[in-house]
């Protein structure tokens, strides 16, 4: 399928671009985009988390009651989980939620969602905007004239552009990053994906 390029004003420049079947208009594979997005949770997770077990506890070990006699369990540590303060049975400990995933399992996933928004016409081509300076103020401007402002929306730059990146994050609606860190979940969770003129060819690289 062909798609319009269009430039910062919104407006159509008269060029398009092909977007290759392989990508944008593949059968979707919901159970490939699942598995993408669990992982790529899976590793936002610090895994630092930690509770004190009875070993870690400090609290006295003396006897608090006599062993029989009292109509109750016996009792010898403080450090019990039975009481408050005590440590915690099978609390949870440091680890690593990682789990491996194929890459053709991504590459699917992203294909799937890909060819989901051409579908229902969530993909925009804009042609490459060269901001002299950081200025949200200016990246509004591109979001108002694109009819993307308050829209939760993903631009991806053919290569790394500092200001345009710069201009765009202070935006809670909008993510800007180049095309080699395209991911499932961020395409999942916007409303419009937006590509830079030349990261196309690029993507078909990345997903070849």
């Keep these: 399928m062909n798609l319009s390029v269009i430039n910062k004003e919104g407006q159509n420049t008269g060029r398009s671009v092909s977007l290759p079947d392989s990508i944008f208009a593949i059968a979707p594979n919901e159970h490939a985009v699942y598995l993408d997005v669990k992982h790529h949770l899976a590793n936002q997770r610090q895994g630092t988390h930690k509770a004190k077990e009875r070993a870690e506890i400090a609290r006295t070990t003396k006897k608090l009651k006599k062993q029989k006699g009292t109509g109750g369990a016996r009792a010898g540590s403080m450090k019990s989980p039975v009481f408050v303060g005590g440590g915690r049975i099978f609390g949870p400990r440091p680890r690593d939620y990682d789990f491996k995933l194929n890459k053709k399992v991504k590459d699917l996933a992203r294909k ?5 928004k051409a579908t229902e016409g969530k993909i925009a081509l804009l042609e490459a905007v060269a901001i002299g300076t950081p200025s949200t103020k200016e990246f509004n401007k591109i ?14 730059t053919s290569g790394v552009n500092s200001n345009f990146y710069l201009s765009g994050r202070n935006i809670p609606s909008v993510t800007v990053l180049p095309i080699q860190n395209v991911n499932t979940y961020d395409l999942i969770n916007s409303d419009m994906v937006v590509f830079e003129e030349g990261a196309v060819e690029i993507l078909q690289t990345i997903l070849s």
Excluded: P
């Design 143 to 156: 979001l108002k004239a694109i009819s993307l402002a308050g829209k939760k929306s993903v631009f991806y």
């Design 112 to 116: 799937s969602i890909l060819s989901a």
